[in-house]
């Protein structure tokens, strides 16, 4: 292995984690540099493959807006943790700990006595001017009196080795899922040294969230059901959100998953309303009532802050604490901590002045080209500028803005980050990367506990001067040594379980993500019939010198059914593309997969890592088409991959999913497309005249996944009959329309029990005139071929009748169970 540190550049104006200042590894490193040492180059890129393998397979996202991945950008873990040594450690968490508490005494003054405004200590425009600020919440106690249940804390390392605060995060802190799905990693791919150097473990951080809120919560004497509130899956930190709310055992909610009546907040489940006694919530303040907040808001709860007012329900943290994630606040909490707490700030804060006061003003502009500017409110267009990057003409461009609006604005000392080591496997070395640790704090009974570690985000390139995971910025996981060994730690509670305990279905699942299961079998099974008819109709294009007819009738039924534009709307071969990827078209195959990709998304918490995995790679290899330069071959050939995928999106729902009622929804919704879709083709068949043409009656096969098990059948070509009684009445062919009929009633029947649903009695009836249906009347020769023309139009209208009844049986589930609605108001719109 050749030295790691041959070419690891050590710029003097920066603190670095690995070296002190005559360049030696500093002693809490020197085991973990001594294994690197040991490696070789294929087994750190090993381990470092590992690391994105685990993150692929564990489905580990976060959106970086406007970026080519989207919503499914890999999440970025070096290989590298972030080493804090014990004694170090302890004096951040005092300090964390310290301010947390601090943060919560000012939020409790601004909406209370206001105590700090009128005494001078806090500046009435840093608060008032605030958007986040919210006037409806002044005077409301939380229970406990905790506003921040979740805190977070930004530092950065002076080049000292001391420790400074960048940024508070009050509102809706994100990035502890993250650092838990790190180390959850990363010990597995260094587990001796892991359990070696005696890391201190996270759960009890957790614990202590999930004690917190429990305790907390207005219950009035019920099992406290606590949910997590997240924007939803278009959320660039949405993982976090999903990973959270399992980790934690909390439905993971959005904001139409909740209403609130008679001041109390509820849950929409299957099984009607269940009370919601504490809300985690993932949302920004002015978003979660549109109500009494941000009017535009669609991602809220109607009337929560009144919920809140009445004491009904806890959220965490309490609405309005994000009045100070201002920048220019820090400025003043050195004051405010010697009169509030009576003792000087543990952790201080980089040096920051609010321009509003005019002697700041004028020192600011003195010294423009040695600071950053920033906005003092978020609610204004401005970007940070460095000064020094500015030419004159811009500076006093700059300088006048400040005069003219001096509250507006806030003046940052420069942060000098920190350097630490990250691998880089394409040049085999180790190199310095600035960083910055986000911190966190949970409320406990007895003041705030630190999460022994964090989120310790790297900087993307050698030169850049600012930490942003927006701006393409990687993590590693934050190791708190300790100075004896560590053992383990459970993360749930160790009460005892009984018989009485035992839960065999989701009791809190909301019917918004029964839903999008529903809808999420529908399409699964819509694209997979697609795909077969598209399959069906490319290759006898390909090949249509070997039977034109065969195509033109396969033309006609996907005209139809509205999968093929109409012959008038241009060429074949772009009516093919266009079927199969127009953006425009909405029955394209193109249209429908992304369907697919959105409700999958939206019930992501219900599948399996290996489904959610398959749904990724189904998503990427759509992306890869190009309409405009398909070639049909290919084309083909991409057909026949998705539609192995698709059987084993089915194979996983059979095999991988809890029987609840999300999955009886998801199989409901599977059967129902599947009724429909066959019998609309084959009723399009009949009716087409092709019934006696042996190559039309091969492609129904194929169309109807039978074709194998009518040549094992029969060793003969394709026959009107026999195929009509494969398709249509053999109950043992699961892609029959009796099958499914039968499969279909049977599961209403037993959703009926449960929930006291009539009977279908026009899909019975319908199953009735079917089972009944006699396939010799086809070869009676008193008919004559006109009368055998009757009899399968006859046919063809009862199959319209059964799918017209399918589709009505869904219109009706869909409002009993997915619209939340009084029983007058059903029966008005029914």
């Not at 294929?42 to 470092?48: D, E, H, T, V």
């Not at 805190?151 to 080049?159: F, H, I, N, Q």
């Not at 004028?362 to 204004?380: D, G, M, V, W």
């Not at 139009?793 to 609605?821: C, K, M, N, P, Y």
């Amino acid at each position: 292995m050749p030295d790691l540190l041959a070419d690891y550049p050590l710029p003097e104006a920066a603190y670095h984690e690995l070296l002190d200042a005559q360049g030696q590894v500093r002693p809490h490193w020197r085991r973990l540099f001594a294994q690197l040492q040991r490696s070789s180059t294929a087994q750190l890129n090993q381990r470092q493959a590992l690391l994105a393998r685990q993150i692929q397979e564990n489905g580990v996202t976060y959106n970086v807006y406007a970026d080519p991945e989207g919503a499914d950008r890999p999440w970025e873990l070096d290989l590298l943790p972030n080493l804090i040594p014990a004694h170090e450690w302890q004096q951040i968490a005092a300090g964390v700990a310290q301010r947390a508490s601090l943060l919560n005494a000012v939020l409790a003054d601004v909406y209370g006595p206001q105590q700090l405004l009128a005494d001078g200590l806090l500046p009435p425009e840093l608060v008032f001017g605030h958007n986040n600020y919210l006037w409806p919440c002044q005077g409301v106690q939380p229970p406990g009196g905790t506003y921040l249940h979740l805190y977070a804390v930004d530092l950065a390392r002076a080049p000292d080795g001391r420790w400074w605060v960048t940024a508070d995060r009050t509102q809706a802190p994100s990035g502890a899922g993250y650092a838990l799905e790190n180390r959850q990693i990363l010990s597995r791919a260094f587990p001796d040294l892991y359990r070696d150097l005696g890391v201190q473990h996270l759960a009890g951080f957790f614990r202590t969230l999930q004690d917190t809120l429990a305790r907390q919560a207005p219950a009035d004497g019920e099992p406290p059901l606590v949910v997590l509130l997240t924007p939803g899956r278009f959320n660039e930190s949405y993982f976090e959100h999903l990973y959270l709310a399992r980790q934690l055992g909390y439905p993971l909610v959005e904001g139409s998953d909740l209403t609130v009546r008679d001041a109390t907040v509820y849950l929409k489940t299957l099984a009607g309303l269940r009370r919601v006694h504490a809300v985690l919530r993932r949302l920004d303040d002015d978003f979660c009532d549109p109500l009494e907040l941000r009017t535009d808001s669609a991602l809220g709860v109607p009337g929560l802050l009144e919920a809140v007012r009445q004491g009904r329900v806890l959220v965490a943290n309490a609405l309005g604490s994000g009045v100070l994630e201002s920048p220019g606040l820090p400025g003043f909490l050195p004051a405010i901590a010697e009169k509030l707490l009576g003792t000087p700030l543990l952790l201080p804060s980089i040096a920051s002045w609010w321009c509003g006061e005019p002697p700041v003003l004028e020192a600011a502009l003195k010294k423009l080209p040695e600071l950053l500017i920033r906005p003092t409110f978020p609610s204004q267009s401005f970007t940070p500028v460095f000064g020094r990057d500015l030419d004159a003409a811009q500076r006093e461009a700059l300088s006048e803005r400040l005069r003219a609006r001096p509250y507006a604005y806030v003046a940052q000392a420069l942060a000098q980050l920190s350097q630490a080591p990250v691998w880089q496997a394409d040049e085999a070395s180790l190199q310095p990367r600035a960083i910055g640790m986000r911190v966190f704090a949970v409320a406990s009974a007895d003041g705030y506990r630190v999460m022994p570690g964090g989120l310790t985000r790297v900087a993307a390139d050698a030169d850049a001067e600012v930490v942003s995971m927006q701006r393409g910025g990687a993590s590693k996981d934050t190791w708190v040594l300790s100075e004896r060994q560590v053992s383990g730690e459970p993360w749930q509670w160790l009460r005892p379980l009984g018989v009485a305990d035992l839960v065999r279905s989701d009791p809190f699942l909301p019917s918004r993500m029964v839903e999008n299961l529903f809808w999420f079998g529908r399409y699964s099974e819509r694209c997979e019939d697609s795909a077969r008819l598209l399959r069906i109709m490319l290759a006898r294009y390909v090949d249509d010198d070997d039977d034109p007819q065969a195509l033109q009738t396969a033309l006609v039924l996907g005209e139809r059914l509205g999968l093929l534009p109409e012959a008038d709307s241009g060429e074949l071969d772009e009516r093919l593309l266009e079927a199969l990827l127009g953006e425009e078209w909405p029955a394209s195959l193109r249209a429908n997969l992304q369907r697919l990709q959105w409700t999958a998304g939206s019930v992501r918490g219900k599948l399996s890592q290996a489904n959610w995995q398959a749904l990724v790679e189904l998503q990427r290899e759509a992306q890869e088409l190009d309409a405009e330069h398909g070639d049909f071959g290919d084309l083909l050939d991409f057909l026949n991959r998705l539609l192995m995928s698709l059987a084993a999106l089915s194979g996983f729902a059979l095999d991988d999913m809890t029987r609840d009622d999300g999955w009886r929804f998801l199989m409901i919704g599977r059967c129902i497309e599947r009724l429909q879709f066959i019998c609309d083709s084959v009723a399009g068949f009949l009716r087409s005249g092709a019934a006696q043409d042996q190559s039309a009656l091969e492609w129904l096969l194929e169309l109807g996944n039978s074709s194998i098990t009518y040549r094992t059948r029969y060793l003969a070509s394709a026959q009107l009959i026999p195929v009509l009684d494969l398709l249509l009445l053999d109950e043992q062919n699961p892609h029959s329309v009796l099958f499914q009929l039968r499969t279909l009633l049977r599961s209403l029947q037993r959703l009926g029990e449960r929930f006291e649903l009539p009977e279908e009695q026009a899909l019975a009836t319908l199953e009735q005139q079917l089972s009944a249906f006699q396939l010799s009347s086809l070869e009676n020769p008193l008919f004559g071929s006109e009368g055998v023309d009757a009899v399968l139009d006859g046919l063809a209208e009862r199959l319209e009748a059964i799918a017209q009844a399918a589709s009505e049986t869904s219109d009706r589930l869909g409002l009993r169970f997915f619209v939340h609605v009084d029983a007058s108001q059903r029966t008005q719109s029914s």
